[in-house]
């Protein structure tokens, strides 16, 4: 079955493409304070190697912006200022030579200002994310609706962009993010029908660990599944490294994400014959320590009702029974493991991955 896909224009984040059928890509956003270069560089280095693609750096003062051309020198990915309200920032973040910048052009204050912003961007080929959410829209489109409803957010994102398209500036991604994740949902669905800017997905402010994962999975994997969707940023009240982490987690579930083994587990029941609990837990770190860049689905199931069809319907698996497990590769049994050597022989199963299918004459 083929995936749909949403038609969006192709938006450029330094080498980064993001929209016109680029592959999606994970986003985070630092923690610290961007104007101490050394510690901001270093977590962008962490987070660029867990996965992220882009990292967004905060602006809030005037020594965030002088950092700025350290920081973009440092980091081994495109970085993105974020700037509310204060033109002289976004000029600078643009000298400084940021991949984006992320702002709300209709904020800054003054037309002037708007359009001096749109114009150097325009010069130096650098693009803008518009990025509305729930809790800061404008006081009469708010009065207007009552609630931020996705037609709210909508309205808003629109406003932005038809400052930006007035001054001939077309080079935007666009963001509307919720903290209702069916709210988060329908926003995305009105700009994805209405225009064809590439679209970054998130839920704003969507919890802890848990339940911003939770939240996030559902609102931003739904409309990755409509094929509505270029780049995804997951929020956490966590280690941003679990944004990129999770990000890339949702990707895979999809199928959308870089190559990658991807984990299939029974959910257990009475039928469960051994420790497959402490057999996928161990798994699990050692796949994600090692990093395999092999795109197969490796299935760990504990009985034998659904074990068998399931590691058989993967690439590898393992079906346990009193004691052992079928080691499965491409469907077909290929030895038989003892439970204390299950880990051990599934880890060695994904190292020696060939991708070829067994021969019909095997």
């Given amino acids: 079955m083929e995936r749909p896909r949403r ?27 961007t104007h101490d270069v050394e510690k901001c560089v270093a977590e962008i280095t962490r987070l660029a190697e867990a ?20 920081v ?29 910048v992320r702002l709300n052009p209709g904020n800054i204050g003054k037309p002037e200002w708007e359009r001096e912003v749109l114009l150097a961007a325009k010069e130096k080929g650098i693009p803008i994310r518009i990025g509305v959410n729930s809790g800061s829209l404008e006081k009469d489109i708010l009065d207007k609706y009552g609630y931020p409803q996705p037609e709210a957010l909508f309205e808003s994102a629109m406003r932005h ?51 911003g994962t939770i939240k996030s999975s559902i609102g931003i994997g739904s409309l990755l599944a409509d094929g509505i969707g270029d780049t995804i940023r997951v929020s956490l009240a966590a280690d941003s490294v679990h944004e990129v ?67 058989a319907g993967a690439d590898l698996g393992i079906s346990l029974g009193r004691g052992r497990a079928h080691l499965f590769k491409h469907g077909e049994v290929v030895r038989t493991v003892p439970e204390d050597e299950i880990v051990e022989a599934v880890l060695d199963a994904i190292r020696e991955w060939d991708e070829e299918p067994v021969s019909d004459e095997a």
């Fill in 7 to 33: 038609i969006s224009r192709a938006v450029h984040v330094g080498p980064v493409q993001i929209g016109g059928g680029a592959p999606i890509s994970v986003q985070s956003m630092t923690t610290g304070k």
């Fill in 51 to 70: 996965g992220a693609d882009i990292v967004r750096v905060a602006v809030p003062r005037p020594e965030d912006a002088d950092a700025l051309a350290e």
């Fill in 72 to 100: 973009v020198a440092g980091s081994p990915v495109p970085v993105v200022a974020d700037i509310h309200f204060n033109y002289q920032y976004a000029l600078q973040a643009i000298e400084a030579g940021v991949a984006k």
């Fill in 161 to 211: 962009v038809e400052i930006c398209e007035r001054e001939g500036f077309e080079d935007l991604i666009i963001s509307v993010k919720h903290s209702d994740v069916f709210f988060m949902i329908q926003s995305y669905r009105l700009l994805a029908e209405r225009t064809d800017y590439p679209l970054h997905l998130g839920v704003t402010e969507s919890g802890s660990l848990e339940t």
């Fill in 245 to 311: 982490e999770v990000g890339h987690q949702i990707l895979k579930s999809l199928r959308l994400g870089r190559p990658g083994v991807n984990i299939i587990a029974c959910p257990t029941c009475g039928r469960l014959a051994g420790d497959l609990f402490s057999i996928v837990n161990e798994v699990e770190v050692a796949v994600k320590k090692a990093k395999f860049e092999k795109d197969l689905n490796v299935a760990l199931m504990g009985c034998a009702v659904n074990g068998p069809g399931e590691a």
